[in-house]
Structure formats: structure tokens, C-alpha cells
């Protein structure tokens, strides 16, 4: 990574540079159409924006990215189109509360909240909440073995 943050830095001021393959596919995520990318991500934050509780207008990502800054400079909050969305679902809010057992795993420095686990977890009164010292997002992975063995402890 610091590699590429280098080539990025170097390339920026006007540098002459020679990416690596790893960045240079990284880019291509971002500047090489895909329209099967694309349909993904339209999809992805419709349905993830179209969930109520993100917040409106860039000023909490803000707060949010200045507290992260001293831990976490580099991969601090990110904002999302969410927090411009206007077109919402009609449907109701889905109610949560229930007594199923359910385990909560948290990564303490992902982008997503800790306080919405939390909140989660309140709303839960069987649940079971982990949260590992993690920058983290995503499901059960081997490259997160914290999360790995939180599942794993308590599948057990």
C-alpha cells in the first residue's frame, strides 16, 4: 500500500511514474467502465441507502472522520451517496426486536459505527455481541481471523 500511496503522491505533483499492477488494477475499478460493476453498485446503494439511520448531509461524516483521524488516518470514515439519498421505500420501517439467538460481530474500526451494532445489539435481548480490535468490514473471511474464532466460539 505504501507503495502505491507513493505512486499516487509522485504521479500527483507531476512526477513521471510507473504504477504497479496491484494499483493499477485497483484503478481500474474506479476509471475503466464496467457495466456489470456499475449495475452492482447501483443496486448495492439502493438497497443499502434506502435502510433509515444514515446520516443526511456530509456534516457527521465529518465529525465522524475528524475523531478517527488520530487513530485511523489513512482509511478514516468514508462518506456515502447515502448521505444525499432522497428517494426512500414505501414501505414501512422494519421493526426489530425478538428473542432468536443471533451473534453480532463488530469490527471496532469499520466505517459502519460501532454505535449501530450497539444499538443493534439493545434491540436484540438474545443477541450476542463480539467486537474485535479490527478495521474491518464484511462477513466471516480467513483474512479477519478475529472474527473468524469470534463465530467459530460461539458456533461452538
Known sequence: MARNVRTLVDAAAGKAVHPSAELLGFLSLYYVPSPLIEHFAAASFAFTCNDR????????YWRDAVRDRATQPLFAVTILPCAYWTDHTAEPELAIGNNTPMLIVQAARDSIPLRWAEALHRKLPRSTLR?????????YDARVPEIVAEVNTYLA
Do not use: E, K, N
Open 53 to 60: 439511520g444514515w446520516p443526511a448531509g456530509p456534516s457527521q
Open 131 to 139: 467486537v474485535v480490535d479490527r478495521r474491518a468490514h464484511g462477513v
